[in-house]
Structures are given as structure tokens and as C-alpha cells.
């Protein structure tokens, strides 16, 4: 890493996207996490702005990632975040994203140097703010191995749970929907022999979502918050199931792995 880098540097830098909500879009994200279509599902956002890009790293992902210039931590990984619904968005919208970095940090590990950011994303539909989220990123050297954790148990008793088995077409659909190209997602020997996890691993955010399809099923009202974070990976072929439990006005949620070990934790609403 470069002494004279400064992470402060970063912060307020912004970029601008682009979108429209469209019918096949919405029957392909629903087919993918396999619920039924309708309009502006929680966690369809997710599925759009993505561009592929044609310059790569070895492993997938573009060489830069808008707003963030060139840094000494190439790799990266989507750690957690919380999401604002403000307003629903009709089939056919035009919608705006704005993202700006709102925070960037080096800290120290035990994978050594890594740099922390949020990115703050702002989405309006002729001006009217539809969705206010932050995004979560840890920025990895280039040959960080991947953490490993001590287990963490959900630390409640699930009111409901619900099972999903993600598997390998599953995880290149939603590739494909969100424009993600890291090769940990599909690229078996690459993602095992060369990032040295133990197979091919499960997008954070679709386990967020799946979560967020359980909240609004369990809770019975539209989400209007989701705060989630990852905690361990999971491989593709390993059942997950998710948790929730009514705590006062909101949920308490985990997907939880087969040996009992939270893979993402979340609250949702209030």
C-alpha cells in the first residue's frame, strides 16, 4: 500500500446512474429468487445499474468500481448495509441513482491492511426519493485470504424459518442480473484453488434479499427498513434457512447455515 494514500481523500466523491424498471427485468428477479412477480419487489434495486464493463481484473471484477479511483486494495467485498424504502416505483420508471462515498477508513487485520467504505445511494423517480441506502464495502490487498470466523448463533428463537438450497444456476442468474463478474460466484476451481474458499459462494445480497422477501412475508406489511450485515460465506449447494422473530415493531431475522452458524444477520421495519 502507497504511505502517501489517504482514504479522506475519497469521501464526497460521487457518479451518476441511469434505469428503467421494466416487466422482463422484474420476471427474471423474481424467477431468480423465486418468488412471485410484482412491482418493485424488496431487493430488485439491486438488480439494476449494472453495466459490464470491459476492462477486468483477473478475477471478474472491473478494474475500478465508479466512484472510487484506482486504490492499493483491488479486491473487494460487500459487507452489509441498510436500506430505505421511501416511495414505490411503477413498471416503466425512469430512475436515478446517485452515489457518493460518505465514509473510507484504513484499518488492520488479521488479513492484514483493508480499507472500509460506505457508499451512500440516493434513488428518485422525477425528483421524488424512492430509495436512501448505505452500502458497505471492505477493501481487500490482493492477496488477502478469505477470513474465517468463530460460529455465531442467532442468539434468538425463530418465530418462523423457511428454507432455500441456493445452487449453481441460481447464483449465475443473479450474476447475470446485477452485472457482477467475480469469479467466486461460478468459477469453482478459481474461486476454491485460488481465493481459497470452500466452493462456490452465495452473493451476499441474495441472501439479503431472500431475508427480505421472509420479513415482508412473516411481517405482513411492506418493508420500509432492512439493516443487514454478512458474517461468514456460505457455497452453493448448502441449504440456508432464515429466521425471524417479532421484536416489538420490528423483525429480527438470520439466514442461518445446516450446522447452526449465522451467515447474515438483519433487522427489518421500525
Do not use: C
Not at 100 to 107: I, L
Not at 115 to 123: D, F, G, I, N, T
Not at 186 to 215: F, K, R, S
Amino acid at each position: 500500500m502507497s504511505e502517501s494514500f489517504d482514504p479522506l481523500t475519497l469521501i464526497g466523491l460521487s457518479v451518476e446512474a441511469h434505469d428503467r424498471v421494466t416487466g422482463n427485468d422484474l420476471d427474471d428477479f423474481a424467477a431468480t429468487i423465486g418468488e412471485p412477480v410484482r412491482p418493485w419487489p424488496p431487493g430488485f434495486h439491486w438488480a439494476m445499474f449494472g453495466r459490464f464493463q470491459r476492462a477486468l481484473r483477473h478475477d471478474g471484477h472491473p478494474l475500478t468500481m465508479a466512484p472510487f479511483p484506482p486504490l492499493p486494495f483491488p479486491r473487494r467485498m460487500w459487507a452489509g448495509g441498510e436500506v430505505a424504502w421511501l416511495a414505490p416505483v411503477a413498471t416503466g420508471s425512469d430512475v436515478r441513482r446517485l452515489t457518493t462515498v460518505e465514509r473510507a477508513s484504513v484499518k488492520q487485520g488479521r488479513i492484514g491492511p483493508f480499507m472500509l467504505a460506505s457508499l451512500r445511494h440516493r434513488l428518485t423517480v422525477d425528483g421524488t426519493p424512492v430509495v436512501d441506502e448505505r452500502q458497505d464495502i471492505a477493501f481487500l490487498q490482493p492477496d488477502a485470504a478469505p477470513g474465517s470466523t468463530a460460529g455465531e448463533a442467532p442468539g434468538f428463537a425463530p418465530d418462523w424459518q423457511a428454507q432455500v438450497t441456493p445452487d449453481p444456476v441460481t447464483l449465475f442468474r443473479y450474476s447475470a442480473l446485477t452485472g457482477n463478474g467475480h469469479r467466486i460466484h461460478y468459477d469453482y476451481p478459481y474461486a476454491t484453488e485460488v481465493e481459497g474458499y470452500g466452493g462456490v459462494v452465495v452473493h451476499g445480497p441474495l441472501i439479503a434479499t431472500w431475508l427480505m422477501q421472509a420479513a415482508e412475508r412473516w411481517g405482513g406489511v411492506p418493508l420500509k427498513r432492512f439493516a443487514y450485515r454478512g458474517v461468514r460465506p456460505t457455497f452453493a449447494g448448502r441449504p440456508i434457512t432464515l429466521i425471524g422473530r417479532r421484536d416489538g415493531a420490528g423483525l429480527q431475522l438470520a439466514a442461518v447455515s445446516a450446522d447452526g452458524f449465522v451467515l447474515t444477520r438483519a433487522t427489518a421495519n421500525g
